[in-house]
């Protein structure tokens, strides 16, 4: 059975850092692309970043470039999203997905003083 | 990086077909074939429905169907039941290199 499972989420104070991870079974996590992606609770998803197979290619929305670092362990099947410098409007629920459309639950990411 | 076009709400009897667009640019759904569709109901993940502008994943129901003109995709849902009641997003890979959603669009069956 496939499952991506995400941790790593709680509460933040402004200006904090927190490391969100995903970690996937039941699939070669090895060639798969992986995506996070958002949602403020009540609104519309939000892509926030993709990291190729290998590590060697990633890419940003432009709202989280340059504080948001993703990167991926596949020798632990693990896909990781370092989040730096967070902002209010960075609350959301955070999801990991598998690029052919493979979702896990989602970890909620609360950033408040 | 500015949110796909989708109309905020679509409503249908059950049995009727509704269809719910996705308007992008040339940059993105005009530009690639790599246009998907989710479902999802409250409190849930979504569920991936169309991928690459028409294709089915393995055991989704062909009551689902999705297709492309021009900067503008399109997800047919035909035989409406009260199932089907949920939010629905699109997405496209975009020429930058990123991918992008639709604003989302609720569906009530009437």
């Known amino acids: 059975e496939v499952q991506l499972v995400e941790s790593g989420g709680g509460l933040v104070q402004p200006g904090g850092s927190l490391r969100l991870s995903c970690a996937a079974s039941?699939?070669?996590?090895?060639?798969?692309?992986m995506h996070w992606v958002r949602q403020v609770p009540g609104k519309g998803l939000v892509w926030v970043s993709r990291i190729n197979n290998d590590g060697s290619g990633t890419a940003y929305a432009d709202s989280v470039k340059g504080r948001f670092t993703i990167s991926r362990d596949n020798a632990r099947n693990t896909v990781y999203l370092q989040m730096d410098s967070l902002r209010v409007e960075d609350t959301a629920v955070y999801y990991c997905?598998?690029?052919?459309?493979?979702w896990g639950q989602g970890t909620l990411v609360t950033v408040s003083s | 990086q500015s949110a796909l076009t989708q109309p905020a709400s679509v409503s249908g009897s059950p049995g009727q077909s509704i269809t719910i667009s996705c308007t992008g640019t040339s940059s993105d759904v005009g530009g690639f074939k790599y246009v998907s569709w989710y479902q999802q109901h409250p409190g849930k993940a979504p569920k991936r429905l169309i991928y690459e502008v028409s294709n089915r994943p393995p055991g989704l129901s062909d009551r689902f169907s999705g297709s492309k003109s021009g900067n503008t995709a399109s997800l047919t849902i035909s035989g409406l039941q009260t199932e089907d009641e949920a939010d629905y997003y699109c997405s496209s890979y975009t020429r930058s290199g990123t991918e992008v959603f639709g604003t989302g669009t609720e569906v009530t069956v009437l």
């Open positions: 997905l598998r690029a052919d459309g493979e």
């Open positions: 039941g699939f070669d996590f090895r060639n798969n692309w």
